[in-house]
């Protein structure tokens, strides 16, 4: 697997004559196999963050390194997944999860199709066509043809935003499942603390485009928001986000 190490990331744009900082002074080590989530404030920057890492944007200046250990790597396979499903309304679940996979074997595309159909209690609707399906099992499929693709560093943009609380719970397990399975190393945004907290093994607090604080969560997988730990991350994080 790969980490990544920000070094001094900035981002600016302009809007006419105005100066727009969307992105300053960005340092972040993000360790190989790891999952770190990242919380703040609309506008604190966290989607231009990962638009930056998966090469959707350019940076203004700064660094980015991608990691072993202590060694710097050439860039490794990224994928995003983001907070919209983004599925090819034309194909189905299958041919959506497989998409990522068009100049594979065919017999080997098959395997890797099936495995994941599985994984994500996809099965019994690989025939159906994006609008026949729910907003969860929507965000499955979009989530399947990302491990299909076997990036190294998987990058998340909200994409438990728009759902129902049951189904966003369902997912969140789902997710910590896959990531304890598959070794990937996962940046997951989030506007939710408590989703940050059940997550994530480290929490970024963005502030006006600035990191301004990390936090690790100590907490063995799967954890309670329930649990005395949980709720005192969650005021530290709640304190940090507010100002207090």
């Known amino acids: 697997m790969a980490g990544i190490r920000i070094e001094n990331l900035a981002k600016t744009y302009y809007i006419k004559d ?12 993000v360790d190989d196999n790891s999952f770190v989530t990242v919380v703040g404030r609309s506008g604190s920057g966290k989607t231009t963050l990962l638009r930056i890492l998966c090469g959707l944007e350019e940076k203004s200046q700064g660094q980015i390194y991608y990691t072993k250990g202590e060694d ?4 490794p396979k990224i994928s995003m997944v983001f907070q919209e499903p983004r599925l090819m309304p034309w194909l189905t679940v299958e041919e959506n999860i497989g998409f990522s996979l068009i100049n594979e074997n065919p017999k080997v595309k098959k ?11 996809l099965k019994a609707f690989k025939d159906a066509y994006p609008n026949q399906i729910s907003g969860g ?16 560093i998987i ?21 910590v499942n896959l990531f ?11 506007h939710d603390v408590d989703e940050a907290i059940l997550l994530g093994q480290k929490v970024v607090i963005l502030e ?14 799967p954890r309670s928001p329930e649990s005395e730990r949980f709720f005192k991350y969650r005021q530290e994080i709640l304190r940090t986000i507010m100002g207090n």
Request: aromatic share 4%; charged share 30%.
């Open 18 to 29: 105005r100066k727009i900082t969307a992105l300053s002074d960005i340092n972040l080590e």
């Open 72 to 75: 710097i790597i050439s860039k």
């Open 111 to 121: 395997r890797k199709v099936d495995l994941h159909l599985e994984l994500l209690g």
């Open 137 to 152: 099992m929507a965000q499955r499929v979009a989530l399947g043809r990302t491990l299909c693709y076997d990036p190294e």
């Open 155 to 175: 990058l998340m943009d909200e994409p438990l935003g728009a759902l129902d609380a049951f189904t966003r719970q369902n997912l969140q397990r789902e997710i």
């Open 180 to 190: 304890a399975n598959r070794q990937k190393t996962v940046i997951f945004v989030t």
């Open 208 to 221: 006006k485009g600035s990191v301004k604080k990390q936090i690790p969560i100590d907490l063995p997988y």
